[in-house]
């Protein structure tokens, strides 16, 4: 038996947003639990970015803005969903085969 294939798939890109976010909880210390989401439609694909993290009083800034670099366990996440993506993802047959084998 043998096989044989390629394949290649390249990204790149670079994350700059500006997005709001809630306060969800208040420590006994003063941080803050903060969330947010934000869904941006480019070329009929559909990017969806979610942040949550602690910030600190202090970090907010006179313009009530806080930059990510100061949120601590921050979790930044960019889910894309459209073309683009159902074309990187695997079909049914061949997660079937990668199952029994």
Do not use: H, Y
Not at 16 to 23: E, L, N, Q, Y
Not at 61 to 90: C, F, P, Y
């Amino acid at each position: 038996s043998k096989n044989e294939g390629s394949g290649a798939t390249s990204q790149q890109g670079r994350l700059t947003a500006r997005m709001s976010a809630i306060v969800k909880k208040v420590f006994p210390n003063g941080t803050m639990l903060i969330e947010g989401s934000r869904s941006v439609l480019v070329n009929k694909e559909t990017q969806t970015f979610k942040l949550c993290g602690v910030i600190r009083r202090d970090d907010i800034r006179s313009d009530n803005t806080v930059l990510s670099e100061n949120i601590a366990e921050a979790q930044i996440k960019v889910d894309g969903k459209g073309q683009v993506s159902d074309r990187t993802k695997r079909g049914i047959l061949t997660r079937l085969l990668d199952w029994l084998f």
